[in-house]
C-alpha cells in the first residue's frame, strides 16, 4: 500500500511541475494585444488559464492528500525505520582518577618586587 501512494505520489510530484511549466506568465496577455492572438487557441476560445489552474489546483491538492496519508502511514509504530531500536546512551567512565574529578585551581603567581 505504501509504495503504491509513493509511485502515486512520485508522479502528480512530477506532472504538477510540468503543470506549473506549461502555464503562461503573466505577461503573456500582452502579446496578445499587439497581434498574437494565436496564443491562446490551443485550449480553446477563453485559453489555456483556466483549465491549466484548475488542473495545477487538483495537481496540488492530490499532492498534499499523498504527502499526509505518506506522513500516515509511515510514522506507525508497526513500520521499518533506517534508526535503531535502542541506542545505547554514552556515559562517562566509570572509574576516574581522584585530581581528574576535582576542579582545576589557578597556581598562584609570584609576586613581583617593585625597584
Not at 506568465?25 to 488559464?49: L, N
Not at 483556466?50 to 496540488?60: M, R
Not at 506522513?71 to 506507525?76: D, L, N, R, V
Not at 509504530?77 to 534508526?83: C, E, F, I, L
Amino acid at each position: 500500500m505504501n509504495f503504491i501512494l509513493l509511485a502515486i505520489h512520485v508522479l502528480v510530484c512530477l506532472s504538477l511541475i510540468g503543470i506549473v511549466l506549461i502555464q503562461g506568465g503573466k505577461g503573456a496577455e500582452v502579446g496578445a494585444a499587439f497581434g498574437a492572438g494565436s496564443s491562446g487557441t490551443v485550449f480553446g476560445a477563453t485559453g489555456g488559464q483556466s483549465f491549466l489552474s484548475k488542473l495545477t489546483t487538483g495537481a496540488a491538492i492530490i499532492f498534499m492528500l499523498t504527502s499526509l496519508a505518506l506522513a500516515i502511514f509511515w510514522g506507525q509504530a508497526g513500520s521499518s525505520s533506517v534508526m535503531p531500536d535502542q541506542v545505547a546512551p554514552t556515559s562517562a567512565p566509570a572509574s576516574m582518577p581522584a585530581q581528574d574529578a576535582a576542579p582545576a585551581t589557578p597556581a598562584a603567581a609570584p609576586a613581583e618586587e617593585a625597584k
